[in-house]
């Protein structure tokens, strides 16, 4: 089944009848899972989760503002006359990030490149012949290196995330391992995709200025307009129904997250980019974070046939999903996202697209720019 409108794919993210079912065992502890806590259940979601969420609360998250905008100052600093955005801007900022969190040594950043995109690759349900054993070897590879920087971190702790994270005992080794691979492609390579999509839209409809005078509605509107995400999977862990239709245990539903956000009943207008609808005045983001509001939380009028009325506060988007799967750098992927199209556009008020249509990475969940060559004066 495949879902596609806002309300059905709302529903279904905050229906606990639909999760990710049964996986396969780590092969080194065939009682523990081999996976992140992005495709478990409870109760072992929430016990993950919980263990590494506490690096991400809003407050921990606005202590890196300073680093984020001083990696951001240098890279665009770095640029020349004509820059490819994606490799010189966009991927650099978040990659550079989120390896100082974790602790990862400054001289293996570009170690990283091949092995998250072939794992971002890994997320598409269908892969191309071959897809497989490539993804398999660079998740083997990926493993190797963060065991031997996790010992290494048990010995000579430091000020990072990986040092805080051996110090739990409630993590096995597999368990660890899982949420280091999470935490750097998820980590990095949505935000890369937000950053580069932003300026692509905002280049596009001759807004970049926006950017600079208010970044928080222009990252709302490129998150909902375009987002990183496009689609997500769940499947029925007992009979459900959604949208009137029964579904027996087992049923698997695709959400079309960038379908949901362009449909019509929960945003006037929706194939026009304006951020405009996600004015401070009628939008705070704030209300939609897992640490201050419950986002599985039903909104009053949401099935109110008023809310298309372009005077109304906008619908929430779905580019972070909802319920307890809501994606655990929101905070940080607006941070950052809002830091670099505001610098960006105070830098280069008169960027220009070199290419009118970029080309596009080959993958389907996740929708992100191969190249994004601009003239940034």
Not at 41 to 62: G, I, K, N, Q
Not at 78 to 85: I, K, R, T, V
Not at 257 to 271: E, H, K, M, S
Request: glycine residues 8%.
């Amino acid at each position: 089944m495949v879902a596609t409108s806002h309300e059905h794919v709302s529903a279904m993210l905050r229906d606990p009848r639909f999760g990710h079912g049964a996986v396969p065992a780590d092969p080194d502890d065939p009682d523990k899972p081999r996976v992140s806590f992005l495709r478990l259940d409870p109760p072992d979601h929430t016990r993950l989760r919980a263990l590494v969420s506490r690096a991400f609360t809003p407050r921990m998250v606005e202590r890196l503002r300073p680093r984020v905008e001083a990696i951001t100052a240098e890279l665009i600093g770095a640029m020349g006359e004509e820059a490819d955005l994606v490799a010189e801007f966009a991927y650099p900022l978040p990659v550079l990030v989120i390896t100082e969190m974790l602790g990862v040594p400054p001289e293996d950043y570009e170690r990283f490149r091949g092995w998250s995109e072939t794992l971002a690759r890994s997320l598409d349900p269908m892969l191309p012949s071959g897809q497989a054993d490539t993804t398999e070897r660079a998740s083997l590879e990926f493993r190797a290196y963060f065991r031997e920087l996790l010992a290494e971190r048990r010995v000579r702790p430091g000020e990072d995330l990986l040092s805080a994270l051996v110090q739990v005992e409630e993590l096995t080794e597999a368990e660890l391992l899982a949420t280091c691979v999470l935490l750097l492609v998820a980590g990095h390579e949505t935000t890369v995709n937000l950053i580069a999509n932003g300026v692509l839209n905002l280049a596009r409809h001759g807004m970049l200025h926006l950017a600079a005078d208010d970044p928080r509605p222009v990252v709302e509107e490129v998150l909902r307009y375009d987002p990183p995400v496009q689609l997500t999977a769940r499947t029925a862990l007992r009979e459900a129904e959604l949208g009137g239709t029964a579904l027996p245990a087992g049923t698997a539903v695709m959400a079309l997250v960038g379908a949901a956000n362009r449909d019509p009943a929960a945003f006037p207008d929706p194939d026009r980019f304006d951020p405009g609808r996600f004015d401070p005045g009628r939008f705070d983001p704030g209300r939609f974070d897992p640490g201050r509001v419950d986002p599985g939380r039903v909104d009053p009028g949401r099935s109110d046939p008023g809310r298309s009325d372009p005077g109304r506060a906008p619908e929430r988007h779905l580019a972070f999903g909802l319920g307890i799967h809501f994606c655990l750098g929101a905070t940080l992927a607006r941070m950052e996202g809002e830091i670099a199209l505001r610098a960006l556009a105070e830098a280069a008020p008169e960027l220009k697209l070199v290419e009118e249509a970029p080309p596009y990475k080959e993958n389907v969940v996740l929708r992100g720019l191969a190249r994004l060559q601009v003239r940034l004066s």
